[in-house]
């Protein structure tokens, strides 16, 4: 009590002293006291009209300032760092929930990472080409069904993965999973799609030869075009894999009567 005494008078004789014309650093002087503790309590004063403790919003932080800008740091260059390496990269002692109050705070949530496909700089590049080259299309443009044969195997881990990101910034390169089709146990298919959807997908059993592709276009191209209402007059796409340009195969196109 005597000291919380002591230190009312003082800050009383500061205000008044100042009050008197005295600078902050004869106060200093005559009280033996910092000049920045003079300054401190002159623009408390000023601010507040008094020198006494002021009521505070709540309990203190209990992590300096430094601590909780280092945290929203790692997790927003780390976006998959964990609670726990969050809460082991720090000296002090805090909780999980406090990290994630933090984030919180900062914008930042804990979201499922978006699996996309990995994708180089040239890719991006060539994709971006492509779209921007056909942005003025309408609708009726587009009657392409669009082919292809893919073998899916088993890459990296499966399981969820959690990354702190803010709003719509889901598919931005480091809160998603590359994705690449190598590594495990695989099976091959065949698929289709157009603008408006996508069509079948057949799971192609041992080799892919050109009596099995044809096999598979007339049970699943023109239900595909069906299914997707494409009509008639739509134009069919494939690469230029040797079974789909086997003699047999145009053939079979020009019969059916398919723009390929």
Same mark, same amino acid.
């Given at each position: $009590?005597?000291?919380?005494?002591?230190? /009312?008078?003082? #800050?009383?004789?500061?205000?008044?002293?100042?009050?008197?014309?005295?600078? =902050?650093?004869?106060?200093?002087?005559?009280?033996?006291?910092? #000049?920045?503790?003079? *300054?401190?309590? @002159?623009?408390?004063?000023?601010? =507040? *009209?008094?020198?006494?403790?002021?009521?505070?919003?709540?309990?203190?932080?209990? &992590?300096?300032? %430094?601590? #909780?800008?280092?945290?929203?740091?790692?997790?927003? +260059?780390?976006?998959?760092?964990?609670?726990?390496? &969050? *809460?082991?990269?720090?000296?002090?002692?805090?909780?999980?929930?406090?990290?994630?109050?933090?984030?919180?705070?900062?914008?930042? =949530?804990?979201?499922?990472? #978006?699996?996309?496909?990995?994708?180089?700089?040239?890719?991006?590049?060539?994709?971006?080409?492509?779209?921007?080259? %056909?942005?003025?299309?309408?609708?009726?443009?587009?009657?392409? &069904?669009?082919?292809?044969?893919?073998?899916?195997?088993?890459?990296? !881990?499966?399981?969820?993965?959690?990354?702190?990101? +803010?709003? !719509?910034?889901? %598919?931005? %390169?480091?809160?998603?999973?590359?994705?690449?089709?190598?590594?495990?146990?695989?099976?091959?298919?065949?698929?289709?799609?157009?603008?408006?959807?996508?069509? +079948?997908?057949?799971? @192609?059993?041992?080799?892919?030869?050109?009596?099995?592709?044809?096999?598979?276009?007339?049970?699943? &191209?023109?239900?595909?075009?069906?299914?997707?209402?494409?009509?008639? /007059?739509?134009?069919?796409?494939?690469? !230029?894999?040797?079974?789909?340009?086997?003699?047999?195969? $145009?053939?079979?196109?020009? !019969?059916?009567?398919?723009?390929?």
């Amino acid at each position: $009590m005597k000291n919380k005494e002591h230190t /009312r008078q003082v #800050r009383d004789t500061v205000v008044k002293k100042f009050k008197a014309g005295f600078g =902050y650093k004869k106060i200093s002087q005559a009280l033996n006291i910092p #000049r920045s503790t003079v *300054q401190a309590i @002159i623009l408390k004063w000023k601010e =507040y *009209q008094t020198t006494a403790n002021l009521p505070r919003p709540g309990r203190p932080s209990k &992590l300096s300032a %430094h601590t #909780r800008r280092r945290l929203i740091r790692d997790a927003a +260059k780390r976006p998959m760092i964990t609670l726990d390496e &969050l *809460q082991r990269s720090t000296a002090e002692v805090v909780r999980r929930t406090t990290i994630s109050r933090i984030l919180h705070k900062s914008g930042l =949530y804990g979201r499922v990472a #978006r699996r996309k496909p990995f994708l180089k700089d040239i890719h991006k590049k060539c994709r971006l080409k492509f779209a921007t080259s %056909h942005l003025g299309d309408t609708p009726n443009m587009w009657k392409v &069904l669009w082919s292809d044969e893919t073998k899916i195997e088993l890459f990296g !881990n499966n399981a969820k993965r959690y990354v702190w990101r +803010k709003s !719509n910034t889901a %598919h931005h %390169h480091e809160h998603t999973i590359p994705t690449v089709k190598h590594g495990g146990g695989s099976i091959m298919v065949w698929a289709c799609f157009s603008s408006a959807g996508t069509g +079948k997908m057949v799971k @192609i059993d041992g080799k892919m030869d050109g009596a099995k592709y044809r096999t598979i276009l007339e049970e699943s &191209l023109m239900e595909s075009a069906k299914d997707l209402r494409l009509g008639w /007059r739509f134009v069919f796409q494939q690469d !230029n894999d040797p079974k789909h340009k086997a003699k047999s195969t $145009m053939e079979w196109f020009k !019969n059916k009567h398919i723009q390929c």
